[in-house]
């Protein structure tokens, strides 16, 4: 992702929250991450909420591109908006440490 010409990296943490929680305490904590960036009315993560949620975020210095881009990146339905489930397939895919090793780890936790 770029921001006014430099590349902001972010560190990918999921692989240790999955180990640490295990699969279905990493997913309620997606959930909950969802909670926090969803306009409440809506139950959605729409541009708005996601505006407001980047000063509680501290990206503030992120663009109204980079947002519509985040957005457009998760929307599968093509609604303009995240849905819970959109929003952890989007955090999930953006996650390569979760696909690195043993996949099965994760998967087998979910359904056990």
Avoid at 2 to 16: A, H, I, K
Avoid at 17 to 44: I, R, S, Y
Avoid at 69 to 87: K, R
């Amino acid at each position: 992702m770029e921001v006014e010409g430099e590349v902001l990296q972010f560190e990918d943490y999921f692989p240790s929250m999955m180990e640490g929680l295990g699969a279905e305490g990493f997913m309620e904590e997606l959930c909950q991450g969802f909670h926090l960036l969803m306009d409440v009315e809506k139950g959605l993560i729409t541009f708005e909420s996601l505006r407001r949620s980047t000063w509680q975020l501290g990206l503030q210095e992120m663009g109204d591109d980079e947002l519509v881009w985040m957005l457009s990146e998760g929307d599968l339905d093509g609604d303009g908006a995240l849905n819970q489930t959109e929003f952890c397939i989007l955090m999930l895919r953006l996650s390569p440490g979760l696909m690195e090793g043993p996949k099965q780890y994760w998967m087998e936790d979910m359904y056990t």
